[in-house]
């Protein structure tokens, strides 16, 4: 911004004096585009803030009905075309021409819509940024649904906008809410519009997301998308995402994606909900949310089963492949078609009406997650695949094991023991562990076991960290699956400080032995 005294100057010496725009530029040291604002500011047209010829005036008559006819042409195009007219000018310069005698739209005004209460809600995606899980970087999206009336918001993090993340958006903000109203309005977005065919004298053909339908009927409301690139009929929930942005994420510190949901959620209770409301600055929106809330929908009983449906092919190998992760299943059930059930929370794996597997979902990238029964019972029914399977789990563990492995068979060390050694190894000390001591082994060109073992031992050293002990069990499952209740360690240390207290303590001496009669025949002993 500049002040109101040099705009006058500006204004007095175009008029007065007739500098050009680049005169004033180089001699008020300001930019050319900040004097050209002010002359437009001032009512001079840009046509006329140049009293210099153009190369391109010739040309301008041209430019002028070409765009009147399409308004939207490029000016790339406009530019092959007076070039081949004889323009001599360069590209860039054309461009500025073009934007200049380009026609404006005709500025919209909108009428300002007004709800009734528990009539609808607003529903959308919002992006802040990515969000590293493990080898995966994820996009961190924002699930936002705010009562039109009362303006109450629900705010909810996930990692993507999968349609397994917007059902349990729904369901989670239907219960904070402890209603649903009777509209929700969405964009066009993928989870709700598969397909919308314009009409010229009708309304739009619009085809939902049969999930959606089925949401949309389990809680009794009624989806309804606005029409293409008009987000102003979305404007409460645009308008929540933009408060979110500025009042509740920004310079906002978390440590995990659990930490910041709830405090998203403290949030939307306290400082969101006692915010004042834009319909009535009187009132508080949480005391319009209680005046709205005996007009919503009551909840169902039961709340939706907000699961994803994907199907899935396995392959040779017991794992079936679902959001960039691998997750085992009985090999019983290679090379069939099955079905996944995703939450965000699980992912279980369906043989049509039978669940073979279910697993904790991974957000990481390239992971297998694994059943034991699933690998053990593959094993026992295949032992040749254990060398592999020791392998293959190196390599997902640690992956610097695949290049110790290679140089190793070029040199001739023993495989077998070498991969026996690594699994014990992972199985005392730890993937990360592992990965760092084969890391530094390579950058010292040893391959052997040994090396690996001395580097992870002066790791745990330079951490301070005691020798782990390997703890051997047998098979049995009587004793794998033993629960052990700890203990307070505390009572073992009160015991050993009584029984060393015990030691110390000086000992009372021992009754004197009684005195023995002489054993001389029966006689008195002579006085």
């Known amino acids: 911004m500049i002040s109101r005294e040099l705009e006058a100057e500006i204004l007095r010496l175009y008029h007065a004096e007739h500098w050009r725009i680049g005169t004033l530029s180089r001699q008020l040291n300001i930019h050319h585009d900040t004097v050209r604002r002010v002359l437009t500011q001032a ?8 009293t210099r010829g153009s190369i391109a005036d010739p040309f301008v008559p041209f430019i ?14 406009l530019y092959q075309m007076v070039r081949e007219r004889g323009y001599p000018g360069r590209p860039d310069h054309f461009r500025a021409i073009v934007a200049r005698y380009r026609p404006r739209p005709a500025a919209e005004a909108y009428l300002r819509l007004r709800t009734l209460p528990g009539d609808q809600g607003q529903c959308d995606w919002a992006h802040f940024g990515r969000f590293a899980v493990g080898r995966a970087l994820r996009p961190l999206m924002a699930f936002v649904m705010v ?18 993340a917007f059902l349990d958006g729904h369901v989670r903000a239907f219960s904070a809410f402890g209603s649903v109203p009777r509209t929700v309005l969405y964009d066009n977005l993928r989870s709700a519009v598969l397909e919308r065919v314009h009409l010229e004298r009708a309304p739009d053909a619009i085809r939902f997301h049969p999930t959606l339908l089925e949401l949309s009927a389990w809680y009794r409301f009624a989806p309804r998308p606005v029409a293409v690139a008009r987000g102003n009929e979305k404007g409460r929930v645009e308008r929540a995402i933009r408060f979110v942005r500025e009042r509740f994420f920004a310079a906002r510190r978390f440590a995990d994606l659990e930490d910041l949901n709830a405090q998203a959620l403290a949030w939307c209770a306290g400082e969101a909900a006692d915010r004042p409301c834009p319909e009535d600055r009187s009132r508080t929106v949480r005391e319009c949310f209680e ?27 017991p794992y079936v492949r679902f959001d960039l992760n691998d997750y085992s299943i009985p090999h019983t059930h290679v090379r069939r078609t099955l079905e996944v059930l995703a939450t965000v929370e699980t992912v279980r794996v369906l043989d049509g009406s039978t669940v073979i597997a279910s697993h904790p979902r991974s957000y990481d990238r390239g992971a297998q997650i694994e059943e034991p029964s699933h690998i053990k019972a593959l094993e026992a029914h295949k ?49 990360a562990a592992l990965d760092a001591a084969i890391a530094a082994a390579l950058a010292e060109d040893a391959v052997q076991l040994p090396a690996v073992r001395h580097f992870i031992d002066l790791h745990r050293a330079q951490r301070g960290a005691s020798p782990p002990i390997p703890v051997t069990l047998p098979d049995d499952p009587r004793v794998r699956d033993l629960a052990v209740r700890p203990h307070d360690l505390a009572e073992y240390e009160k ?6 207290d015990e030691r110390s303590a000086p000992s009372p001496d021992p009754d004197p032995e009684p005195a023995k009669p002489d ?5 008195d002993p002579v006085a």
């Open 519 to 523: 054993d001389t025949s029966g006689n």
């Open 147 to 164: 009562l039109s009336y009362s303006r109450h918001l629900f705010l909810r993090f996930y990692q993507g906008a999968a349609m397994s």
């Open 383 to 431: 032992r040749a695949g254990r060398a592999h399977r020791a392998t293959d789990r190196l390599h997902y563990a640690a992956p610097s094991a695949g290049r110790l492995l290679q140089l190793a068979a070029v040199r001739g060390v023993h495989l077998g023991s070498l991969t026996r050694g690594l699994i014990e190894l992972l199985d005392t000390h730890g993937a």
């Open 43 to 50: 009512g001079i047209p840009a046509a006329e803030q140049s």
């Open 64 to 77: 002028q009905d070409t765009l009147a006819r399409y308004p939207s042409l490029r000016a790339s195009r």
């Open 291 to 317: 005046a709205e809330r005996g007009h919503l929908l009551a909840l169902p009983d039961e709340p939706f089963p907000a699961a994803e449906r994907v199907i899935v092919r396995a392959h040779k190998t």
């Open 495 to 500: 015991l050993a400080q009584e029984s060393s």
